[in-house]
């Protein structure tokens, strides 16, 4: 027997509403098993001083245990309290500031998760902090084109200089003159402009150092001038 389209369409609907509200729930239980898993790998390594010696191997293996199970609850929650947290800020402050505080969290999340974890293992986390930071200058001098955009990116999102439908004009030798159009979406790392023949993507930093302005309106450039039109080429002014 076939059922009429109507009530399967609603009986889907309501299932993914029932799921939209047990998420949140799923990333606090998620949390509360990762702080289990790092308290009870804390507890297991009073008994022993490192890993892979003879003495109370069982409780090695609990620690164990524990600290990668910490790892995965703790991945498992960061990444949902996220979702969640860009889900309900996206209504208030939009979706580029939305995605950028879910990004934040992300990285926030993911390196307290694995610090904790390292930690767990009895991994000198001292050093691997000033290896990566050592790291990360090599990889910034590598990456300066792509972090000056990420920068330009969100300090366009938070000064606003314009919104997403507004008309602007841009003027930068790094774009080879004028482009005018209509802003479409204004992402970390580009802005997408409508130029009414197509939609270019525009990188943040080179329109951070252009001068942006509004597109004049044409129909008040008569009235600009006194309501006088300007004489066309070869002809006299009366």
Not at 2 to 24: E, I, Y
Not at 26 to 42: E, F, M, N, P
Not at 183 to 202: F, N, P, R
Request: aromatic fraction near 6%; glycine fraction near 10%.
């Amino acid at each position: 027997m076939h059922l009429p389209d109507g009530p399967q369409l609603d009986l889907s609907s309501q299932v993914a509403k029932v799921r939209a509200k047990t998420r949140p729930w799923k990333s606090i239980i998620a949390l509360a098993l990762a702080i289990g898993a790092a308290i009870t790998s804390a507890w297991a390594h009073h008994a022993f001083e490192q890993f892979f010696s003879p003495d109370h191997v069982p409780k090695q293996l609990i620690a164990a245990a524990t600290a990668i199970a910490f790892c995965v609850f703790g991945t498992a929650a960061t990444i949902g309290l996220s979702g969640n947290v860009g889900k309900v800020v996206t209504p208030v402050a939009g979706t580029a500031h939305a995605a950028v505080i879910r990004y934040a969290l992300l990285l926030i999340g993911g390196v307290t998760t694995l610090a904790v974890t390292l930690a767990l293992f009895r991994v000198p986390v001292g050093q691997l902090v000033l290896g990566g930071a050592l790291t990360s200058v090599f990889v910034g001098i590598a990456a300066q084109q792509a972090l000056s955009n990420l920068f330009a990116g969100m300090v366009l999102l938070f000064a606003r200089p314009f919104r997403v439908g507004e008309s602007i004009r841009l003027r930068a030798g790094a774009i080879f003159g004028e482009l005018e159009g209509t802003v479409t979406e204004i992402g970390i790392t580009y802005l997408k402009l409508d130029t009414g023949k197509t939609v270019l993507s525009i990188p943040s930093s080179q329109v951070l150092n252009a001068v942006v302005g509004p597109v004049p309106d044409e129909a008040a450039a008569g009235p600009a001038l006194g309501g006088a039109s300007l004489p066309a080429p070869g002809e006299k002014k009366a």
